[in-house]
């Protein structure tokens, strides 16, 4: 056959048709020996997801998955351990049916370099790993350096960031419950763009929910270096039905960049905090620095001055390095937030590029989405949600569509929507992890 | 031509009657619909409370809620918004790949 009919054939009728293979059919397994390897770093939720589909998409390749724990526990719904409703737990995955169902070798180590030259990557275990596809999704890591007194011991002793789900979280939660009778909480979001622009908020919103409860003369004060944040109407509509915001007797306030809520130091010591506006004692501090990618992405040579992977938007392709998709947190994508469901967008974006390229279809039309839901209580939610394209080479929202919660009178709204939070977060970690 | 071209010519001819007009300008139906997994599982097999699943849907029926969700004819929670969204060749798209999907639960079975 010639190319061109082939590729015609197999747009028609599938690759299968070609091949002559199921999906997991025992020839593609003796393909595989010689096909070409796709090598993931980092098994969160842009790896993991990547793992799975990249397989779905590409019966024949070799896939690796290298990841440094061995279990993964997600930030999505971390907020409700440290008020309780959840544990660590209940939040934590295994790769075990990465491996099994999709055929993935998993090696549990941390990556220490990769040659690009080469195309191999090293492991503090001293393995070597060649591969034809890199794909990195190594999440965030802070730029302490931003606030004078905060470092990242500060972080695990006194004043928790908790922005990676983990002991941070429960020092949180041990730090809530200690609060003292009337005491106050000080939470710090940081400036565009971070991991999960509404967690901070929902932070807030379910913080206050547990002390209206159990510390009722308790207050949470944010403060924020921004004028707007995601989804700020219906937080802030959220609370005022349900904490009095913008009374006098409001158990949340939120002082905003103009305002002065911009952070400049911390004293652990004395649990103190300086903003633009003054100073500010409290006795639970949870400061979330601002943010750049992770240290892997550094390692490799993948960040460049805005502390962010630049990518080919339609291919998630570094533009810094040959052969290496940069997805997730780590990597510039214009209008998409940086969350759990982008990098699972991004991942199905690879696994599509990789299979069109090693197999020779045409160049992929990406598409991507996002829906994020958060909770302003236990039982009120919002969300945004999005549909992007790639216009004029930047990833952009389709015109009039998506957008945030509408504020109404129906109760059912944001009851419905608190539903809709717990189903995903359930649908989701399958579609990422299984 | 010999009968090798001939076969190659009508397997082009009939691939390219196969695809939807737009096909060049919209991505495939595939990925969208991977990126409603999100919500509605892997291939839309999840059955749950809220999502619903959307796997093995006839297509005529995805076709009209996507539209009556978008044209304001049908409320929705998130899904209004999302609707929005699409073009009908998209809607058809997807519509195409998720009625292609088994209707049974994602992972109750081992892949075939
Ligand atoms: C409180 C909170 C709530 C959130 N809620 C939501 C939500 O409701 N919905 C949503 O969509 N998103 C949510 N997010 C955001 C979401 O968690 C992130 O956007 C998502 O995890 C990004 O995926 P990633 O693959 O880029 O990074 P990660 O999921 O962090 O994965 C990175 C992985 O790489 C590994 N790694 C790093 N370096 C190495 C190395 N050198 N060697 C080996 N492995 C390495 C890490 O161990 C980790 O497993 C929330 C975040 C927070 C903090």
Redo the contacts with the bound molecule.
């Keep these: 056959m010639s190319n061109v009919s082939r590729r015609a054939f197999i747009k028609a009728f599938g690759l299968a048709a070609v091949a002559g293979t199921g999906l997991f059919g025992a020839s593609a397994q003796a393909q595989r020996r010689a096909a070409a390897h796709v090598v993931i770093?980092?098994?969160?939720?842009?790896?993991?997801?990547a793992a799975k589909y990249t397989r779905i998409m590409n019966p024949d390749v070799r896939i690796t998955l290298?990841?440094?724990?061995a279990a993964?526990i997600?930030?999505?719904?971390?907020?409700e351990v440290i008020t309780g409703h959840f544990t660590l737990d209940d939040l934590t995955f295994d790769y075990e049916t990465i491996k099994s169902r999709f055929d993935v070798d998993v090696i549990i180590?941390?990556?220490?370099g990769v040659d690009p030259d080469r195309r191999e990557v090293r492991?503090?275990g001293g393995e070597r790993v060649s591969y034809d596809r890199l794909v990195v999704?190594?999440?965030?890591d802070f730029r302490y350096e931003e606030i004078e007194g905060y470092t990242a011991e500060v972080a695990e002793t006194r004043m928790p960031h908790?922005?990676?789900?983990g002991p941070q979280?429960l020092l949180l939660k041990r730090q809530l419950e200690a609060l003292p009778q009337g005491g106050t909480v000080l939470i710090a979001p940081p400036q565009n763009p971070f991991?999960?622009p509404?967690?901070?908020y929902?932070?807030s919103s379910l913080i206050t929910e547990w002390l209206a409860q159990h510390n009722p003369r308790a207050k949470v004060l944010i403060l924020d270096p921004k004028d707007r944040f995601t989804k700020d109407v219906p937080f802030k509509k959220g609370w005022e039905r349900l904490y009095g915001y913008g009374t006098e007797h409001s158990r949340i306030e939120w002082i905003s960049g103009s305002q002065g809520g911009r952070v400049l130091s911390v004293d652990p010591e004395r649990m103190t905090v300086e903003a633009e506006n003054g100073m500010h004692r409290a006795d639970l501090v949870n400061i979330?620095p601002p943010q750049k990618a992770?240290?892997?992405a550094f390692?490799i040579g993948l960040v460049d001055q805005t502390g962010w992977c630049p990518v080919d938007r339609a291919t998630f392709k570094s533009t810094q390095l040959d052969d290496i998709h940069v997805?997730?947190?780590?990597?510039v994508c214009d209008a998409m937030?940086?969350?759990?469901?982008?990098?699972?967008s991004?991942?199905k974006l690879v696994a599509h590029v990789i299979r069109a390229e090693l197999s020779g279809f045409d160049p992929v039309v990406p598409t991507w989405a996002?829906?994020?839901?958060?909770l302003v209580g236990s039982d009120y939610g919002v969300s945004i949600s999005d549909v992007f394209e790639l216009r004029d080479g930047l990833i952009q929202k389709v015109p009039d569509s998506g957008a945030v919660s509408p504020v109404t009178d129906n109760p059912a709204q944001p009851l419905l929507e608190s539903v809709y939070?717990k189903n995903?977060?359930r649908t989701?970690v399958k579609d990422v992890f299984s | 031509m010999t009968s090798r071209q001939y076969l190659g010519l009508s397997l082009v001819l009939a691939a390219l009657a196969l695809q939807p007009a737009a096909a060049r300008d919209i991505a495939s139906g595939e990925l969208l619909g991977q990126n409603c997994a999100?919500c509605h599982g892997t291939d839309g097999r999840e059955f749950n409370e809220a999502m619903p699943p959307l796997a093995g849907m006839e297509t005529e029926q995805f076709i009209r809620a996507m539209k009556d969700f978008r044209e304001g004819r049908r409320e929705g929670v998130v899904m209004d918004r999302i609707a929005r969204a699409y073009s009908d060749a998209e809607i058809e798209a997807m519509a195409a790949w998720f009625a292609s999907r088994p209707a049974t639960q994602y992972g109750s079975e081992e892949h075939e």
């Design positions: 770093l980092g098994g969160g939720i842009g790896g993991s997801t290298i990841e440094q724990n993964y997600t930030c999505p719904r971390s907020n180590d941390r990556v220490v492991t503090q999704s190594p999440g965030i908790a922005w990676k789900a979280t991991r999960c509404p967690g901070p929902e932070r979330i992770g240290k892997l390692d997805i997730g947190d780590s990597a937030p940086k969350s759990g469901y982008s990098a699972n991004h991942a996002n829906t994020c839901y958060s939070l995903w977060h989701f | 999100a």
